[in-house]
């Protein structure tokens, strides 16, 4: 597959005609505006959504065209069509409605507790699962990086990329495995961001400086001290307070719980 220019891209920006949910509504004509196939402009869009470079998908602003209510059946429908694995569209074509109409409604449900987020799904294809094993990416400490895109890829959902992937672990399909005491890279930028955003207004200290000092004694110690900096989550759970320790890079450096009297 060819790589993207930058007067692709921009064009590809710029004529994309959106729905109140931002959903493309143009990719055939963009696709062969570009000479390119409609999985390749979906995958672009996906990934300049994902960059921040494209606005984000809203299905909770979707509304039917014939400005209908939805009625208790109909209700009832959508969720039994949904945790038997059904497309939106299938969904919409049953019922009459538009596909983004669906999807805001399904979110309505979820919100409502009408319909738990969690679903049964018919068994992954072996063409989806070799979809998912040459697509997967990991991180440097062995996280899987793109689950969102090989959800789009596989037509599933996220908490169904996430579960088998670890099936394909334990039966050793997959051989690369997250590093102990490590989060992911993903992880640690958005902690990273959320922190840098919530103590900006505190200076920000010099950067680390090493001092090594040599005592002279018959044995030739070295005493080095090292200023390094430390990422700390807490957790309170039931008046009991766990805090984790992290390094830089992820590194899990120490865990301390304590419970409501303060003992450890």
């Given at each position: 597959?060819?790589?993207?220019?930058?007067?692709?891209i921009?064009?590809?920006?710029k004529n994309a005609?959106?729905a109140?949910?931002?959903?493309?509504?143009?990719v055939?004509?963009?696709?062969?505006?570009l000479g390119?196939?409609?999985?390749?402009?979906?995958?672009k869009?996906?990934?300049?959504?994902?960059d921040?470079?494209f606005?984000?998908t809203d299905f909770?602003k979707a509304?039917?065209p014939k400005?209908?209510?939805?009625t208790?059946?109909?209700?009832?429908?959508i969720i039994?069509?949904?945790?038997?694995?059904?497309?939106y569209?299938?969904?919409?074509?049953?019922?009459?409605?538009s596909?983004s109409?669906?999807?805001?409604?399904?979110?309505?449900l979820?919100?409502?507790?009408?319909l738990?987020?969690?679903?049964?799904?018919?068994?992954?294809?072996?063409?989806?699962?070799?979809?998912?094993?040459?697509?997967?990416?990991?991180?440097?400490?062995g996280y899987?990086?793109n689950?969102?895109?090989l959800g789009?890829l596989c037509?599933r959902?996220?908490?169904?990329v996430?579960?088998?992937i670890?099936r394909?672990?334990k039966?050793g399909?997959i051989?690369?495995?997250?590093?102990?005491?490590t989060?992911?890279?993903k992880s640690k930028?958005?902690m990273?961001?959320?922190n840098?955003?919530?103590f900006?207004?505190?200076?920000?200290?010099k950067?680390?400086?090493?001092m090594?000092?040599t005592?002279?004694n018959?044995?030739n110690?070295?005493i080095?001290s090292?200023?390094?900096?430390l990422?700390l989550?807490i957790v309170?759970?039931?008046g009991q307070?766990?805090?984790?320790?992290?390094?830089?890079?992820?590194?899990?450096?120490?865990t301390?719980?304590?419970?409501?009297a303060?003992k450890?």
């Amino acid at each position: 597959m060819k790589n993207w220019t930058t007067k692709e891209i921009e064009y590809l920006k710029k004529n994309a005609l959106l729905a109140e949910t931002n959903v493309v509504l143009n990719v055939e004509q963009l696709a062969k505006k570009l000479g390119r196939t409609r999985k390749s402009v979906d995958v672009k869009i996906y990934k300049l959504r994902r960059d921040g470079q494209f606005p984000q998908t809203d299905f909770s602003k979707a509304f039917d065209p014939k400005g209908r209510k939805f009625t208790d059946s109909e209700d009832k429908r959508i969720i039994a069509m949904y945790k038997k694995g059904e497309s939106y569209a299938d969904i919409g074509n049953s019922l009459d409605r538009s596909e983004s109409s669906i999807g805001g409604r399904i979110m309505r449900l979820k919100k409502t507790g009408k319909l738990k987020q969690t679903i049964a799904q018919k068994n992954w294809t072996q063409t989806e699962v070799d979809t998912l094993l040459v697509n997967i990416q990991f991180d440097e400490n062995g996280y899987c990086c793109n689950h969102t895109e090989l959800g789009r890829l596989c037509n599933r959902t996220y908490e169904q990329v996430v579960g088998k992937i670890n099936r394909l672990r334990k039966d050793g399909t997959i051989n690369t495995s997250p590093k102990n005491g490590t989060t992911s890279i993903k992880s640690k930028k958005a902690m990273d961001k959320f922190n840098d955003a919530r103590f900006a207004h505190i200076p920000k200290k010099k950067e680390d400086t090493t001092m090594v000092k040599t005592v002279e004694n018959p044995s030739n110690v070295s005493i080095e001290s090292k200023q390094i900096s430390l990422i700390l989550i807490i957790v309170i759970v039931n008046g009991q307070r766990t805090e984790q320790y992290f390094l830089p890079n992820g590194e899990l450096l120490a865990t301390k719980k304590t419970d409501s009297a303060g003992k450890q």
